[in-house]
């Protein structure tokens, strides 16, 4: 069984510092794009940024030049630094992985469960 375990989040002053991890476990013949999407109340879930198996990276303009993503593959893991937060940043961050579990199977997406970042003084 697939899971996706985020970690990280919390509560932050404007200007400071987070990083996030999430860890997939699971059975995986091939893990695609691993990426981070974020949801603030009474908002859309929106993509904060992605990565795929080859490195390329996308990131939202609002997040360009703070936030950096990056995967270890031989651990299944993505992290997302996250500097000069600012409180608009607040929002629950979820991550996602698009892959396959079997060599003949369908690519799908996993959600992780999210974790919250607050960002107030």
């Known amino acids: 069984q697939v899971q996706l375990v985020e970690s990280g989040g919390g509560l932050v002053q404007p200007g400071g510092s987070l990083r996030l991890s999430c860890a997939v476990s699971?059975?995986?013949?091939?893990?695609?794009?691993m990426a981070w999407y974020c949801q603030a109340p009474g908002k859309q879930r929106e993509l904060v940024s992605s990565i795929t198996i080859d490195g390329t990276i996308n990131y939202a303009d609002s997040v360009k030049g703070r936030f950096t993503i990056s995967r270890d593959n031989a651990k299944n893991t993505v992290y997302l630094q996250m500097n000069s937060l600012k409180p608009e940043d607040t929002a629950v961050y979820y991550c996602k992985v698009l892959g396959k579990v079997s060599e003949t199977g369908y690519v799908s997406q996993f959600w992780g469960q999210g974790t919250q970042v607050t960002v107030s003084s």
């Open positions: 699971g059975v995986f013949f091939s893990i695609y794009t």
